[in-house]
């Protein structure tokens, strides 16, 4: 099977580069081209469902100002991490791969899939954060949902892990 487009999700975990890493040798080697993709996690810094339906016009006003707290705060947000996934794509594309990014505000995993449909990839590269257990059930598995979802092949990149469990390092 040739993989003519790759999607590599990435977040700002510490194996993000690792994971663009696996993604560009293997573009560079089959000759594909790279959508480098972040989904944002629509989260709120402040809660403002308590302010609604208080009643009065200076609660309305609160209400008013928080939200547009919560729109500054999200388009900054937003413009760091364009700038982030730019760094990558100019990575790849210095390299002579084709490169794009895209963002989506929304949960990860049903976005990783969206975008796999809407731009017609035909391998998803991503890793995982090796939740396990109760953990995972209640912090859910992006890769999990993106692996019985995704409209194409799937590769994750695991951690490298010791025989202890924690992070392989590199010391000599």
């Not at 944002?40 to 402040?46: C, W």
Request: proline letters at 3%.
């Amino acid at each position: 099977m040739a993989f003519k487009k790759i999607l590599v999700a990435i977040d700002r975990s510490p194996q993000a580069d690792a994971i663009f890493e696996q993604a560009l040798d293997m573009a560079q080697n089959l000759g594909s081209s790279l959508l480098i993709f972040h989904g944002l996690h629509p989260e709120s810094d402040v809660r403002t469902d308590y302010l609604i339906g208080v009643g009065t016009l200076g609660d309305l006003g609160l209400y008013g100002q928080t939200r547009r707290r919560q729109q500054a705060h999200l388009q900054k947000r937003i413009a760091d991490i364009h700038n982030w996934l730019q760094g990558y794509c100019q990575d790849a594309i210095i390299q002579g791969i084709p490169a794009d990014l895209m963002y989506r505000i929304g949960e990860p995993g049903p976005e990783i899939c969206e975008a796999a449909r809407n731009y017609q990839v035909d391998l998803i590269v991503m890793g995982r954060r090796g939740l396990q257990g109760l953990s995972e059930m209640v912090l859910g598995s992006v890769s999990n949902y993106v692996v019985h979802h995704a409209p194409c092949a799937v590769l994750i990149v695991q951690e490298k892990e010791s025989i202890t469990g924690g992070i392989e390092s590199s010391q000599s």
